[in-house]
Each structure stands twice: as C-alpha cells, then as structure tokens.
C-alpha cells in the first residue's frame, strides 16, 4: 500500500505515529510512502498513485475520507497572505481557494517556508486566523482519505485521534534543525494544529466547500 505524505511539519505528529505504531506488522512491512508538496500528493491520489494521504480539503469532496484532518481553530501560522501582487502557491489548494473565498489579495505562502517567514518576523495575513474572525468556526486544510484498505485506515484514524502523541525530545531536535528552528519553535507551532475533525470542523468544511463553489 502506498500513503502519500505532505511534506511539511503540520503532519509530523502523524508521521511519528505511523512509524512507531508496531512497525513489525504485516501492515507496517507492505506500507510504501511517497512524500510531496499538497497538490502533488493530491494529483497522485487522483491518479491512483497513493492509496491514502492527507489531501486537500477543496480537493476531497467525492472522497472516502476519515474523521482525520489538519486544522487550526485561529491562527495558524503556517498559512499566510503576503503583501503584493495577487500570486498563488504552486504547492497549495485549499489555501488558494481561502483567498478567493475570503475576497482578499496578495500572495499566498504556505507550509514550513510560511512558518520560517512568520518566526523571522515576516508580516502577512494568517488566513485561518481571518477565517475564524469572519466565521467563528475552524479551518479545515486538509482530510485523511483512502481509496483503498479503508477499515484499516479508518482504523488508524481512529486510534490516533483518540490518544495525545508526543513527540520525543530527538525527533523534534532533529527535525527543528532541518528547518533552521528551534525545538521550542516547533513545539509551539504544532500547539497551533489540531487533527480531530469534530461537529464544528464538519460546520466549517461544508461552508468552505459551499463558498468555494461560487468561485470557481
């Protein structure tokens, strides 16, 4: 089985997970992953080529998905509107399409570049953040969805979003300094993200995907 893998920090608790989860299983020796930036990993669903992944929200409509996402209620920090010409992200979906929902302009930065850019003081829109002045309600960038093996990935979905998972002290050491960060930077961005998708994320998807029909 092959599990696309967005490369960027907000899935690293995931991640983690999935490799320390009884990595001597059946499961655990046949899995495969392919790692990427959010819209490849949602062409490579699209085309068959990974058989679950964390895709794009604007992107999972007709999909079998889970109760798994990445979220933020408020700010997120990884997911910014920068001064300037009215640019897209090439590695983004959902967070362009927030822009035209949100009627706003300028140039649109994500994942670990957006989150460096806002610890090195950049200053731009965090968009969850308008999104939840203008909606009350959390952002959904991304869910957990399959198309194949799905009790097992609804299985794993489940598990993971009933628990807390730390992550140990080396990993995040390890993976703050390839990002040029500190360990306690990581550690308060990931406070930001949140993966369970509950009733009010459920209101806050529907009326994204509501909104971003009338701008397509």
Not at 25 to 51: C, D, E, Y
Not at 85 to 101: C, G, I, M, Q
């Amino acid at each position: 089985m092959i599990f696309g893998s967005i490369s960027y920090l907000n899935l690293l608790p995931f991640q983690v997970y999935m490799k320390r989860r009884s990595p001597s299983t059946q499961f655990a020796q046949m899995l495969r992953w392919r790692r990427g930036v959010p819209s490849v990993i949602n062409r490579r669903f699209r085309q068959g080529k990974v058989h679950a992944a964390f895709i794009s929200s604007i992107e999972s409509r007709n999909c079998r998905c889970t109760g798994l996402g990445i979220l933020a209620d408020g700010a997120v920090q990884s997911v910014l509107l920068l001064p300037g010409e009215a640019r897209n992200d090439p590695a983004s979906a959902s967070s362009n399409t927030l822009t035209k929902v949100l009627n706003l302009q300028g140039r649109v930065l994500i994942g670990d570049a957006a989150l460096k850019y806002r610890l090195q003081g950049g200053e731009g829109i965090d968009l969850a953040q308008t999104w939840k002045e203008r909606t009350r309600l959390p952002f959904v960038f991304a869910r957990l969805c399959y198309n194949r093996k799905g009790k097992r990935i609804r299985r794993l979905a489940k598990d993971f979003g009933s628990k807390e998972w730390k992550i140990p002290q080396y990993i995040l050491e390890r993976e703050a300094y390839k990002r040029r960060i500190s360990p306690a930077q990581l550690r308060w961005y990931l406070d930001h993200i949140d993966y369970r998708i509950g009733w009010r994320e459920k209101k806050g998807l529907q009326l994204f995907l509501k909104k971003a029909r009338k701008n397509i």
